[in-house]
């Protein structure tokens, strides 16, 4: 086995090492488009996919939860579901926001107290 190059590094110097690693990632990534401004040129088609963006990380964040897998198991109902529905056809209709959440909400706590 061949020694190491770097000298041994304690756990916790490992682990301040690795979170200042992560935080310049982060920030060079999320930060990297308000630095740069306009001075890079993104093609018409990556901006037009970037509009989707914020909608399909919503998606990926929400849809799991409505909708809970174990593995190997049979799926599980749960009233988020049809609360999540309501919510959508709310919004569809009426375009606001806090009628779409108190209507899902109300929902939700109505079909759990109807039938647990």
């Known amino acids: 086995m061949s020694p190491s190059i770097l000298p041994p590094v304690s ?3 490992y682990v301040w ?8 990632c982060t920030v060079v ?14 093609p018409d088609g990556v901006r037009r996919a970037l509009r989707y963006a914020p ?29 999540a529905l309501v919510a959508v056809a709310v919004m569809v209709t009426t375009r606001n926001t806090i009628a ?10 109505l079909l759990r107290w109807l039938w647990g």
């Open 55 to 83: 909608a399909a990380a919503l998606a990926a964040v929400i849809v799991p939860d409505l909708f809970p897998w174990t593995a190997g198991a049979a799926p599980v109902f749960d009233w988020r579901g049809p609360a």
């Open 29 to 42: 990534t999320r930060a990297g488009f308000l630095l740069l401004g306009d001075h890079v040129k993104l």
């Open 100 to 109: 779409m959440i108190g209507a899902g909400m109300a929902t939700l706590w």
């Open 11 to 13: 756990d916790s110097v």
């Open 17 to 24: 090492l690795a979170i200042a690693a992560l935080t310049l």
